[in-house]
Structures are given as C-alpha cells and as structure tokens.
C-alpha cells in the first residue's frame, strides 16, 4: 500500500478550478517529483494535501487513513510534515527554538525531543555548530537545512518540499537534495517540487508532470528524464540528465 494516496484531487480558488483531478502516489522510502511551469499546480498541490487548503473533491490518505477536512496541525500529528516555498523559519528565535517548535507534538517527551534533534545534527551538521544563533542570521542554505530539520522533528512518514533549491547556490543545492536522497534512504516518503527538473529527476523515483491543474505526464523518474517533450519544457534540451550519481542516487 502507498503511504501517500491522492485520488482525483479538485481545489477552487473561488470560482477558479486549480486542479482538476490530479491522483498521485508515493511509497515509503520513495522520492515523487512534481514538474511543471508556474502556475501549474504543483504548490497547491502540496497545500492542500497538508491541510492547508481544503479540496472541493476527491481523496487523500496518508498510510491508509483520510485527510480530508482534517486540520493542518492535526495532519503533522498523522505522519505528514510540509516544508513550504520560502522556509517560513522564525527568524528571532534560535536554531535549537525552531527545532523545538517542531517537536510540539512530544513536547512532553524531552528525551524524544533530544534523541531527534540530535538526528537532525547528525544529517545537517552546520546546524549543530549554529544551535544557538538566531535563525534569521544564517544563510540562504543553513535556513533551508533549518526548515526541513525542522519538519523532520515530528518523525513524519511523508515529508514534502516545496522548491528546497530556490535561491541556493548549486553546491549547496546539490548537498541539500543528496540529504533529501539520504532523508528517504531511511524509509521517508518524499514529494517534491523542485523548479531544477534536472536534479529533481536524477534523485527521483518517479515523477508527474503537471500542467494547468492536471497530470499529463507520469512513470519512471529516469524514464521521463529521457522523454523529448520532458527535455524540451524542463531540462532545456536533448540531453540526457546525468548528475544521479553526483546527487547520491542509487542505481
């Protein structure tokens, strides 16, 4: 069974159609890519799976159960973190107090908050160095490591990054999405939207192309990566994506 099932999935922004049935699934330890232009869908995708915004129709389940309706806080507690487009961190509070805040669901549990902040500093290794500086001090890629160490705080079976690359320069780009890589190695599922199609593929399973609120494209990640019209809208051309193994994918 997927860990993450959306099935003919409808959202309105008042009387306009957003998606228009999209279906979608990931499995656990699985990274689903999201492509499309701007304005396709992809991070209304995201908001509404995560609560976000509620949907005129369809289903969503994360390890088999609905999340339809459900409240964006009471989601995170059923195994789904969202990290948004633009890190949305808080920016006067520490790196350890943006951490905590991520644990807020075993707040009760200081043993439990310590043993995943302590995960969360083994696989960003900076943030440890910075844990008492103020987050809005860090850099463009400290804050993002921030961000998804943040969501990883409530252990949640589905993560989800809206645009994790955005502003980074390409090496820290790449390190962020090896550590996506490495995030669904331990048996994460991973959706994701990343505006770099190149490296988004190369570290994907599988992927969905969506264009204006429906998927018109979807299968095997390294199988798009070859089609032409995937290569001519996303990837600039005719060549073949090449940076798997740079990005730690396993073949």
Same mark, same amino acid.
């Given at each position: ?5 959306? /099935? ?5 922004? =008042? ?5 228009? =049935? ?13 492509? +499309? ?10 908001? %509404?799976?995560? +609560?976000? #915004?509620?949907?005129? @129709?369809? @289903? ?19 195994? #789904? ?23 807020? #669901? ?30 809005? /001090? ?30 980074? @320069? ?42 204006? +609120?429906?998927?018109?494209?979807? +299968?095997?990640?390294?199988?798009? %990566? ?21 990005? =730690?994918?396993?073949?």
């Amino acid at each position: 069974m997927a860990m993450l099932e959306v /099935t003919d999935l409808h959202v309105y922004y =008042g009387n306009i159609e957003a998606l228009k =049935g999209i279906s979608l699934e990931a499995d656990p330890g699985q990274i689903v890519a999201i492509l +499309g232009s701007n304005g396709a869908g992809k991070t209304t995708t995201l908001r %509404a799976i995560s +609560g976000l #915004l509620r949907p005129r @129709s369809g @289903s969503i389940k994360c390890a088999g159960k609905s999340l339809v309706g459900v409240d964006a806080h009471v989601i995170v507690g059923m195994g #789904l973190s969202h990290v948004p487009e633009g890190r949305r961190i808080f920016n006067i509070l520490t790196v350890d107090e943006n951490l905590n805040l991520g644990g807020y #669901l075993v707040r009760s549990q200081p043993r439990l908050i310590k043993e995943r902040k302590a995960g969360v500093f083994k696989l960003f290794p900076r943030l440890a160095e910075r844990r008492m500086q103020l987050a809005g /001090t860090l850099s463009g890629g400290e804050q993002q490591m921030l961000a998804i160490g943040r969501a990883l705080m409530s252990d949640p079976k589905v993560l989800m990054l809206d645009e994790p690359s955005l502003g980074l @320069s390409p090496i820290l780009a790449r390190s962020v999405l090896r550590t996506v890589r490495e995030i669904a190695g331990r048996g994460t599922a991973v959706l994701l939207v990343e505006q770099n199609a190149r490296q988004a593929l190369a570290i994907a399973d599988k992927a969905y192309v969506i264009e204006v +609120g429906r998927v018109v494209l979807q +299968g095997e990640a390294a199988t798009l %990566a070859s089609d032409e019209r995937v290569q001519r809208a996303y990837l600039g051309g005719f060549e073949a994506v090449g940076t798997q193994a740079e990005l =730690g994918k396993n073949n």
